[in-house]
């Protein structure tokens, strides 16, 4: 496995922020689905994360019709799980496996709590 793939989509510093890309709905790509993408990585895979990988990784994405939006990692950071847009799960895990990325699963996720009443 080529561990320096597995960097990019799991920021851990506020300079690999998500870009202010819009969403693939908004190319007209058709409808956009929320996944979670759990993720389990050997112990220092995710150091030296940098924003020249992040681009990289976000441009795969992109052409797959995939957003990368955020990414939360315990505290030894061996597992992280990450919300992504795209058409499809197919799509999502077409992604991980263009930039190298391991997927214990991926589960959508339609309801924002937040937005609730």
Known sequence: MNLGALLPLLPLATALAPDADAPPEATGAGPIHRYLVARTFPPGALDGLDAATKAKVNANNASLGVRWVRSYANADRTKTYCVYEGADEAAIR?????????VDSVVEIPVDLESCA
């Open 94 to 102: 077409d992604a991980a496996t263009l930039n190298g990325l391991p």
